[in-house]
């Protein structure tokens, strides 16, 4: 069974500090790997998507991932209250006939004004 | 890019009713689309996945006859909720990727909330 694993939070965290959320997987063939948003009573929306090792900056989110350790994670610079929602991580693995997304569960993130 | 539309957002009708949900890919071909359910608080339930020109595939657990998925074309896929009954009121999500073996993110609707009577 492929799994994603998050921790489902809440995290709270002070307006203007760094939020970060993390998120392990347990196939090692996974190849892509993202990061959505969903604030409550939403539909999830996709903030970044990551490839390779390493960082991928987009604004105040950099996206992280260790194919090594099997991690991504995701920091959200000078926090906002509009920051608060639930981030889901989801990863891609190559399926029998395709890609299998799979979704962790969300880190409900709250940003204290 | 990548804009997928759902419709209706919203719907309320007395048991025992089919409801038609339409997913529209605005800007893309998706060849394989998606549908979720959420119940609230919970996590995405993926029900089916749907591949333009044949049967979807369903989750183990979701029955295929009552939650009817047809995708006829490149921008467009069904769902439909026949003979809905109250247990059925959920949040329903679509979502589209643009190739069957694409490395791609999913990109989702804007979801419909159903509720049964």
């Known amino acids: 069974q492929k799994e994603v694993e998050q921790n489902s939070g809440p995290l709270s965290v002070p307006e203007g500090a760094i939020a970060s959320l993390n998120c392990t997987y347990s196939?090692?063939?996974?190849?892509?790997f993202f990061w959505y948003r969903q604030y409550s009573g939403k539909s999830p929306e996709l903030i970044m998507s990551i490839y390779s090792n390493g960082d991928k900056e987009d604004g105040r989110f950099t996206a992280q991932l260790n194919k090594a350790s099997q991690y991504v994670s995701l920091l959200i610079r000078d926090s906002q209250p509009s920051d608060s929602a639930t981030y889901l991580c989801?990863?891609?693995?190559?399926?029998?006939?395709?890609?299998?997304?799979?979704f962790g569960a969300g880190t409900r993130l709250f940003v204290k004004a | 890019g990548a804009v997928v539309s759902q419709h209706p957002s919203w719907v309320i009708c007395k048991s025992g009713t089919s409801v038609k949900i339409e997913c529209r890919s605005l800007?893309?071909?998706?060849?394989?689309m998606f549908w979720y359910r959420q119940f609230p608080k919970q996590s995405l339930m993926l029900m089916a996945t749907?591949?333009?020109?044949?049967?979807?595939?369903?989750e183990q657990g979701v029955e295929k006859d009552k939650f009817l998925i047809n995708h006829a074309s490149l921008t467009l896929s069904t769902l439909t909720v026949t003979s809905a009954h109250p247990e059925d009121s959920s949040f329903y999500i679509c979502?589209?990727?643009?190739?069957?073996?694409?490395?791609?993110?999913?990109?989702f609707g804007d979801g419909t909330r159903l509720s049964i009577l």
């Open positions: 196939d090692r063939g996974s190849q892509s």
């Open positions: 979502s589209a990727r643009t190739e069957t073996y694409s490395n791609q993110p999913q990109h």
């Open positions: 749907s591949n333009e020109g044949s049967k979807a595939t369903y």
């Open positions: 800007d893309f071909q998706a060849t394989t």
């Open positions: 989801a990863v891609n693995a190559q399926n029998t006939g395709g890609f299998k997304t799979i």
